[in-house]
């Protein structure tokens, strides 16, 4: 299996909860000539009347304002991979099962598939969690895991022998 793992960096930019309020901070961003991979914004349970909207990539360089100019921060306390590669049934509960063989908590995950490609990204509560998340999924580089065999105990052929 291929997959293309990456550190990325997110920002992040607390909106009123109010019609049209994401469409503003993204238009300032893209005054700002912002080419961006992803978008995620949801509302704050704990702050009514607000929200959160994250962004990837920001690069300041590219860029004729800065981020803070536009809202943004730097959201250092979510590391984040990026996870790309060809799609399949069942890549989710690989991705997943990989990150929590390795003793890691996900603090969360958004994915999409377009076409036959998937990208997902994934968020740690420490940049600790993510190396070591980002060596798990690498290592799916080398061999197919056999995650059927470890959720039910029985190899993908014995189970459907049993059930012919």
């Known amino acids: 299996m291929t997959l ?7 920002w ?3 909106i009123s909860d109010k019609p049209g309020e994401l469409a503003l901070s993204l238009k300032a961003l893209a005054d700002f000539g912002a080419d961006l991979d992803c978008v995620m914004a949801r509302r704050q349970p704990n702050k009514p009347g607000t929200g959160v909207v994250f962004v ?3 690069e300041p360089k ?3 304002g800065t981020p803070d100019q536009a809202g943004f921060n730097s959201a250092k306390r979510i590391a984040t991979l990026k996870v790309e590669g060809h799609n399949k049934p ?3 509960a690989e991705l997943t099962k990989a990150v929590g063989d390795a003793g890691i908590s996900m603090r969360g995950l958004s994915a999409n598939v377009i076409g036959h490609k998937f990208i997902c990204y994934i968020g740690f509560d ?3 969690d993510a190396d070591k998340a980002e060596k798990a999924l ?3 580089h080398q061999k197919r895991p056999i995650w059927h065999r470890s959720m039910t105990g029985k190899s993908k052929d014995k ?3 049993s059930v012919s």
């Open 4 to 10: 293309k793992v990456t550190k990325e960096d997110v």
């Open 159 to 161: 189970e459907m022998a």
């Open 12 to 14: 992040a930019a607390e």
């Open 56 to 58: 990837s990539p920001l």
């Open 126 to 128: 420490s940049a600790a």
């Open 62 to 64: 590219h860029m004729s």
């Open 90 to 92: 069942g890549l989710g």
């Open 138 to 140: 690498k290592a799916l």
